[in-house]
Nanobody, 120 residues
């Protein structure tokens, strides 16, 4: 199983960014993919999840209206797009495959992370 993310991005405040997470080695439509981020000196922050089979999404309240997750089943790739960027969005963005065992959710595979820097 592999999750391979796109490269680092630099954006101006107010712009948008789209990060990809290409998966392989498993049945793409069988697992949720979550997006989490980590700002400098901060802990992990959950952004939401998408189920690639039907495109069902669940966004964290904080990002509602600014974030969009999509999935392309032809390439087994999920995307996160974040708009109206501000400096506080500077972070490393990760995709992760969600698994559930015994009623407990966990992430068993992670992308390598994508640095997004928002700066004028």
């Amino acid at each position: 199983v592999q999750l391979v993310q796109s490269g680092a991005e630099l954006r101006n405040p107010g712009a948008s960014v789209k990060v990809s997470c290409k998966t392989s080695g498993y049945t793409f439509t069988s697992y949720y993919i979550d997006w989490v981020r980590q700002a400098p000196g901060q802990g992990l922050e959950w952004m939401g999840r998408i189920h690639p089979e039907d495109g069902e999404t669940n966004y964290a309240q904080k990002f509602q209206g600014r974030v969009t997750f999509t999935a392309d089943t032809s390439t087994s790739t999920v995307y996160v797009e974040l708009s109206s960027l501000r400096s506080e969005d500077t972070a490393v963005y990760y995709c992760a495959r969600r698994v559930v065992a015994g009623g407990i959710c966990a992430y068993d595979y992670w992308g390598q992370g994508t640095q997004v820097t928002v700066s004028a």
